[in-house]
């Protein structure tokens, strides 16, 4: 089974309380089973609110960072701003961090040229070593580190976007996190096709988790953001079902829906989390794309008439799976 979730956030124009709300529902009627940390903001008091909230629900949390981490395992900054006592604090014997995952490759800016491959191994290995052993003595059990494709369209080192680097990083990683967003943005800067981009990776049985996240804004609010986090658009959801297809030990996959665009927080919320679920249970690209129309045209802006239309959408999935109904 597949585990399915979305990002946490905790910002906007509403009290954290209304964000929970929002969790909640979705938790209840079973669109989503897993928080992701950090969703937006990565600090302390956004990972204590994502912890009360996985335990008043008993979802799971996907941990993809902490606080004062460089998200660039072979850095040597990587763990060097943590307050791992404060840290402590908040997640000590947490029954409910199983593994962390975090970006492959050197911060922005810096370049493999700039290191011997010796120092570059002997960065990667005692990061991964160091964060294992603090968070073995902090929660009590033995945590995997999984690392994530990188997206192209900024300054991080050509060499770290391009097929093969990211295959080698999840060989040698215990499990690897896989970005459609980050890559579609790294094919296109190497020039070649999504489709070619995915066909040239390797180790993909290595890959557990898959982040989607919208990345066509209509707006043009984000116009100069290249990984923009925004509602899925309709010509996203074919890449979507296409790509859940080709990882085939994936248990958990992320809707890392960060910026509202075109609505409100709250039907944003809900439309993504739905569309998802959609994708995943049925993986087919007409049901979804009606879903995420009917929701975008039916669903009020606060979402005052939320239960009417689950129902329907409950409905159209159900006689979908009972019938094959496009």
Known sequence: MIDIGINYLTEGDMSQNAFDKIYKL???KGYINTIKFPGKYCNYDG??????????????????????????ISSKNYIKNVDWNKLKDIINKSKYIKRISTHIGLENKDRLRNYKY?????????????????????????????????????????????????????RQADFGVFD?????????????????????????????????????????KYENKPDKHVLIHHTEIKDVIKTIQEFHNLDLIISEYSFNTKYSYEKE???????????????????????????????????????????????????YNEKGER
């Open 47 to 72: 990972l204590k609110k994502a912890l009360r909230l996985v335990e008043d629900t008993n979802i799971k949390i996907d941990i993809h960072g902490f606080p004062g981490i460089v998200p660039s």
């Open 118 to 170: 010796d120092e570059l191994m002997n960065n990667y290995n005692i990061n991964v070593l160091n964060v294992k052993e603090k968070l073995k003595n902090i929660l009590c059990n033995q945590i995997d580190i999984g690392v994530e494709n990188i997206p192209g369209g900024f300054d991080f080192d050509i060499e770290t976007i391009k097929p093969n680097y990211v295959s080698d990083c999840w």
């Open 269 to 319: 919320l809900i439309i993504e989390s739905i569309v998802l679920f959609t994708m995943i249970k049925t993986k087919d690209y007409n049901l979804s794309k009606y879903i995420l129309n009917f929701l975008e045209k039916c669903l009020q802006e606060d979402i005052s008439n939320i239960e009417q239309i689950i129902e329907i959408i409950d409905t159209k999935i159900k006689n």
């Open 180 to 220: 459609i967003s980050h890559a579609k943005l790294s094919a296109k800067q190497l020039k070649i096709t999504y489709e070619e981009y995915l066909k040239m990776l390797k180790y993909k049985e290595k890959v557990k988790i898959l982040h989607i996240s919208g990345n066509v804004d209509e707006t043009n």
């Open 26 to 28: 979705l938790v209840k």
